[in-house]
T-cell receptor, first 109, second 115 residues
Framework: QQPVQSPQAVILREGEDAVINCSSS?????VHWYRQKHGEAPIFLMI?????EQKGHDKISASFNEKKQQSSLYLTASQLSYSGTYFC??????????FGAGTRLTVKP | NAGVMQNPRHLVRRRGQEARLRCSPM?????VYWYRQLPEEGLKFMVY????????ESGMPKERFSAEFPKEGPSILRIQQVVRGDSAAYFC?????????????FGPGTRLTVT
């Protein structure tokens, strides 16, 4: 029931864009996105609830395609501070969440 | 506004000893989740608790692991007779309401090393 994230890793130059995908084999109730820097706690980015919505703030946005059971995280004009590992968490009911293995993003100057 | 607190931040135990990990949720939050993270891996759900109640423990190993969240005081994750494979970072997260429609705020984690 663990979601599948792709790609596993991506390297960008500052200012470039990236897309991280999160796919599930089961119908989703919600999708959470978090970023974790090495040795630190995951930081909440956003939640998307079933209904096919799209959310965003600053240059980070995400979409949730309920029909395809997947979510995508979009990072535009990446900054050095975007570096870290991005996790999606998927929930199939209202109680618990399962995290993907993560996508390691490295932004270079 | 204090965030989620976990202590200790680092814990070293010999094989066979007990480990107790504490988590104080954010003020006003009564829902706590525990996750385990191995190096370079994702977060594995362990248990979801509300005060005095275990909501979902489907991710907890059947033996040696237990969790509680009493009416007063922090949530405790207890690992009895630790083995080397228990070495990991353990994170707790809290949320203000029941369910995964609400964001979870993570604590800094406890890094357990079993020697």
């Amino acid at each position: 029931q663990q979601p599948v994230q792709s790609p596993q890793a991506v390297i960008l130059r500052e200012g470039e864009d990236a897309v991280i995908n999160c796919s599930s084999s089961k119908a989703l109730y919600s999708v959470h996105w978090y970023r974790q820097k090495h040795g630190e706690a995951p930081i909440f980015l956003m939640i998307l609830l079933k209904g096919g919505e799209q959310k965003g703030h600053d240059k980070i946005s995400a979409s949730f395609n309920e029909k395809k059971q997947q979510s995508s995280l979009y990072l535009t004009a990446s900054q050095l501070s975007y570096s870290g590992t991005y996790f999606c968490g998927t929930a199939y009911n209202n109680n618990d969440m399962r995290f993907g293995a993560g996508t390691r993003l490295t932004v270079k100057p | 506004n204090a965030g989620v607190m976990q202590n200790p931040r680092h814990l070293v135990r010999r094989r066979g000893q007990e480990a107790r990990l504490r988590c104080s949720p954010m003020k006003g939050h009564s829902h706590v989740y525990w996750y385990r993270q191995l190096p370079e891996e994702g977060l594995k759900f362990m248990v979801y608790l509300q005060k005095e109640n275990i909501i979902d423990e489907s991710g907890m190993p059947k033996e040696r692991f237990s969790a509680e969240f009493p009416k007063e005081g922090p949530s405790i994750l207890r690992i009895q007779q630790v083995v080397r494979g228990d070495s990991a970072a353990y994170f707790c997260a809290s949320s203000p309401e029941r369910g995964v429609a609400y964001e979870q705020y993570f604590g800094p984690g406890t890094r357990l090393t079993v020697t």
